[in-house]
């Protein structure tokens, strides 16, 4: 028998709790508005631990699965959003010790619950073919360097920077104390400002370049201004 459901235009509006009893039910547009609403962030924190986009992308199907056959367990004892997240970080760890079973798991503090990764502002630079490739290449050097990040600090720097997840949050997702989120935010800062210095900081000096069809032109302005006047 099909389920009464919400109009699809008022299901955006609806709270978490709302929406998982309908998921309950199997409504499917209380379910494709839940996947709309966390996709990303199981993305790319799925993405911090395994840092392969592919991976990653089985990791979220696998755990929207698992989390909608379980959702006669969840209780509410954390957020719905916390409870999701650790799946698919449960799911994203596996599938890593699998591949590297030497892994350093002390980095994670002993917790197995514990990337397009930024984006840029889009602007009328994106009408520029130039400007547009340097915007593409600076993201992969972000995404590369944020991807060389230890273990226990990437996934931290993923949630709090990139995914915009509170202290609290963070400290909740993982396990730890609201201390070891900002120590370990601090530490990767600074090893990814190391990073980005070692391969941006020779390209400093060819930034706003002018010369080529800019300069001539402007050469030619000059001179049609001081001497064929």
């Known amino acids: 028998m099909p389920v009464q459901t919400v109009a699809g235009s008022l299901l955006d ?6 929406l998982v009893e309908l998921a309950r039910l199997r409504d499917e547009p209380a379910i494709r508005t839940l996947t ?27 755990a929207w699965v698992r989390a909608f056959t379980a959702l006669d367990g969840f209780r509410g004892d954390a957020a719905f959003s916390t409870w999701l997240t650790r799946i698919a970080l449960n799911e994203a760890l596996g599938r890593r010790r699998r591949q590297r079973p030497t892994i350093d798991w002390d980095s994670y503090d002993g917790n197995p619950s514990e990337a397009e990764i930024i984006n840029f502002p889009v602007s009328a630079m994106t009408s520029d073919p130039e400007r547009t490739m340097a915007r593409s290449e600076i993201r992969d050097v972000l ?8 273990d226990g600090f990437r996934s931290v720097f993923v949630a709090r920077i990139v995914e915009g997840m509170s202290v609290e949050e963070t400290a ?39 010369g080529g069809s800019r300069c001539e032109r402007m050469t030619e302005a000059v001179v049609a201004r001081l001497c064929r006047s």
Not at 50 to 56: G, P, S, T
Request: aromatic share 6%.
């Open 143 to 150: 995404e590369r360097s944020i991807d060389e990040l230890p």
């Open 172 to 210: 909740e997702l993982f396990s730890l104390k609201p201390e070891t989120v900002k120590t370990r935010l601090h530490r990767a800062r600074s090893l990814l400002r190391e990073a980005l210095d070692r391969q941006l900081g020779p390209a400093l000096t060819e930034t706003f370049p002018f």
């Open 13 to 18: 509006a609806l709270a978490d709790a709302e």
């Open 36 to 62: 709309g609403r966390y996709n990303r962030r199981l993305f790319r924190l799925a993405r911090s631990v395994l840092r392969n986009d592919a991976e990653a992308e089985d990791v979220v199907q696998e």
